[in-house]
């Protein structure tokens, strides 16, 4: 099955003394099991921001801590989709974006929806 939208998920802190990840899995009907699609995991008080091209089934998001936690200043978590998007996506955080290899190059990109960001590495 043909990929059918880009779901974006973004995952605010609210503080800089703690480091959340965020996982994307999506579950393997076969098996029973949970699979990674997705990640983002970047460093202590920056927001995380995943995508993935989806194909229909059961997909689950995992907030984890990957150092301490805050009780005072809650994370939160927004999800939207995207039924258009351009041929680079996913590649809306560093870990999942195209390598274009040295300068001069060319890529052209769209932001499809409020939380697309794009991403290149040269």
Do not use: C, M
Not at 104 to 121: A, M
């Amino acid at each position: 099955v043909a990929p059918i939208t880009v779901s974006p998920a973004f995952l605010s802190t609210g503080t800089s003394n703690v480091d959340y990840d965020l996982t994307l899995y999506r579950l393997n009907p076969s098996t029973s099991t949970l699979e990674q699609v997705s990640y983002s995991a970047k460093g202590a008080g920056q927001y995380e921001l995943l995508s993935h091209l989806a194909t229909p089934g059961y997909y689950f998001i995992s907030v984890t801590s990957y150092q301490g936690s805050d009780t005072t200043n809650p994370f939160t978590l927004f999800t939207t989709l995207s039924d258009s998007y351009d041929s680079n996506e996913p590649d809306d955080n560093p870990f999942f974006s195209k390598n274009r290899g040295t300068a001069p190059f060319t890529s052209q990109h769209t932001i499809d929806n409020l939380l697309d960001e794009d991403w290149t590495k040269i």
